[in-house]
């Protein structure tokens, strides 16, 4: 069987977001039960030369979402990032991200595959050739993953009781 670039894609983004919703939702009912706000999330970090949560919840998004129409579109132009915002607006990002990414359609993304892709990374003048696969697996699930463990284990160490299991999320198995 082969793996497409949309089942490589699409899914893989929306199970991970999806588990980040969860993650968001458990941290909003642990500050309820042992009352404190949410907002206290919002600019918190590792240590202190990693960026803060919010940062990593809007990665979450330019990296799924975002990197898509860069495979689209043969640029990475995220949006400017909003910053600092209230909790409920992080929340409201990752609900619009899985709204965005489940209106790919599957002929549409395979459609991109192989495609020659010549992207700047980071602040690096230089360019560096891609296929569509190569670019979303070096260098967008990558990035991704990052963003979104780091604002998990966030979540973990400010005491939300969240698990590996609320990280995978639903896991895709073969329906058989």
Known sequence: MTTS??????PTYLQTVRSIGVCLDKAVV???????????????HLVSDMAPFWFQIECVANYSVWGLNAIKHGAFNPPDLVGVTP?????????ATEAALVEFEPDEVNAWSGKKLDMQIHTDPQTSAFTSETYLLSFLLPNFYFHAVTAYDILRMRGVPIGKSDFEGHLRVDPR
Not at 5 to 10: K, R
């Open 5 to 10: 670039l949309f089942d490589m894609s699409v």
């Open 30 to 44: 642990h500050c309820s039960e042992v009352r404190i706000d949410p907002d206290d999330f919002v600019e918190a």
């Open 87 to 95: 909790f409920r607006e992080l929340r409201s990002r990752i609900a």
